[in-house]
C-alpha cells in the first residue's frame, strides 16, 4: 500500500542497468512493468500471504500468493506481474476459479465478482517453476543456488534489478507496497531460511522439510522480499537506540561464526551513526539482521544481506581510493543505509532510483565522519569522484521501469555533500536528512517531493542544482579572469538559470561565498595571483581561467 545494487566497477553496473533509451525504444514489456496501468491503478495491495517450497535437488520452486487489495475504483480486469519462466497454475477468488490471459510477464485476469469500491478482496496465485537463476547477483538477479564450502545446499534470492517477480506473483511496481507480509518458506531438513521480519512459527512437515514462516508488520518494498537458506547458526544482540530496545540477529553459516562475531560487530557504530544523522532505524517492529549471503550483499528490509568475506572495505578495496574506506565493512554500512534510504523511503519509480543510492553513497562518507571526523568524511567523498563516469544522466525515462547512470552512487553522494555546503550549517543539514526520514517515513515518494522539500527546508531554491546533476552529464564550470585587484567569474556547462553559490578564495587562505550566474559578475580580490584562486573542493565543480594564462585552476576535477 504505501530497497539495491552496489556497484563491483561502474562498467559491471552499465552492463546490467536499465541504460536510457529513446522513448520510441522501450517497449510494451517495458510498458506493463513500469507503469501503473488501468488494470493496476484501481486496486491497491494491502497484504502479500506467500507460501513457497524451496527444492535445490532441482532449482525449482512452487506455492502461492494470496493478494489482499482494497478496490480503488471498480474494474473487472487485474493485473499481476510473474515472469518467465515461471507458470502460473490456476488463480482462485471466492472460491471461483478464474480465467486469465499472459503477456510476457503480466498476467491480465478476469474477476467474475463484482468490485466495489472500498471493498476488499483476495486473489490467490498458485504457481510454480526453474526462477531465473542470477548469472552475476546481485546485478543480474533471481536464484542464487549454491553450495557452501563444506558442500550443503546454500540458497538465496537477489532481485533489484529485475524485480520480485522474478520468483513471486504481485503487482511488482515499486509505487505500491503492501501494509505488511507474511512469507513462509518450506526448505529441505537441515536447511534454516531466513527472510524479512521476524521469525513467527518453525514446522516440521514430517516429509523431511520445515517450514519457516516470516513476518514483516511494516510496509515493504517488495524486490526486499528475501530467501536465505542454508547451514545457519544465530547469535543476538540488543541496542538501546532511539526508539527503544532494537533487537540485531545476525546469521553466518555455521563454519563462519568466530568470524562474523569479529566483524559484525561494526553493526552497533552503524546503527549509532546512522541514528544520529537520519533518525531512528525505522523498523523497530521487525528487528535487524544481518544474514551471510552466496552474492556479494543487498539492503534486503530488516534483513541486510552479507557476502563481503568479512573483511573491511568493498571485498579488501577502497572505493574512495583513499585508504580511508579499509577501516570499516562497505556492506554493513552501505546496504544498512538503504534501511532509511531505498526501503523505509522508497521512489514510486525505477528513474527515481537516486534517492535510494545518492543517499547510501553518502551516508558512507557521514559513517566516515563519525568514525574519524568530518575532515576525514570530507576526503572520502571527494575521492568517490574518481569513479564517477558522467556518461548519462542519473534520472531517465519516466513509467518504463529503466533506471539511470551508475552514477547516482558517486555523483548523487557528492551532489548531496555540495548541497550541505550550501546550507552551510551542518545542524541544520542534520535536521534536512533527520525530516526526510520523519516526513516519508515508510512512504513511496517521486524525486520531486525530496527535492521540494530539501529546498524548503533548507531555505533555498535548489531546483537548478538537482536539474545539473541528475538530469544531465554536465559538471558546472566556474570561469574566471583576473584583472588588477578584481576577479571576474561566471557558470558554464551548466543548465538555463543555474546560480549555484560556491566558495572560494578571495583573500589568502579564506574561503568565502560568491554567488556566480551565466553572466559575467565581479568581486574584489587581495589575492598575489591567479594562481591562489581556488574553489573549495567539496563542491563538485571544475574552474578554469579563461585570462591571461589561462589554464586549468586549482580547484576540483570530475
Known sequence: MRCTLIPFVLAA???????????????HADTLRGTNGPARSWWDARFYDLHVSVHPADSSIAGYNRITYTVLRPAQEMQIDLQEPMVADSMRQDGRTLRYRRDGNAFFVTLD??????????????????PRAARRPPWDGGYIWQRDSPGDAWVATANEGLGASVWWPLKDILSDEPDSQRIAITVPDPMI?????RLRSVTPNGDGTTTYEWFVTEPINNYDVEVNAGDYTHFSTIYHGADGALTMDFWPLEYHLDAAKRQWAQATSMMSCFEHWFGPYPWYADGYKLIEAPHLGMEHQSGVAYGNRFENGYLGRDLSHTGLGLAWDFIIVHESAHEWWGNSISGKDHADMWVHESFANYAESLYEECQQGKAAGERYVIGTRANIQNDRPIIPAYGVNAEGSGDMYYKGGNMLNTIRQIVNDDAKWRGVLRGLQRTFRHQTVTSEQVEQYISAQAGVDLSKVFAEYLTTTMVPELEYRFSGDTVAFRWTHVVPGFDMPVKVTLAPGEYRFIHPSEQ???AATTLGSPSDFKVDENFYVTARNVGNGAGPASGDQP
Open 13 to 27: 553496473f552499465a552492463a546490467t542497468a536499465t541504460a536510457q533509451r529513446p522513448a520510441a525504444e522501450f517497449t
Open 193 to 197: 531460511d531466513v527472510s524479512n521480519g
Open 520 to 522: 559575467w559578475q565581479t
Open 113 to 130: 465478482a463484482p468490485q466495489r469500491a472500498g471493498a476488499t478482496n483476495t486473489v490467490t496465485v498458485y504457481y510454480h517453476g526453474k
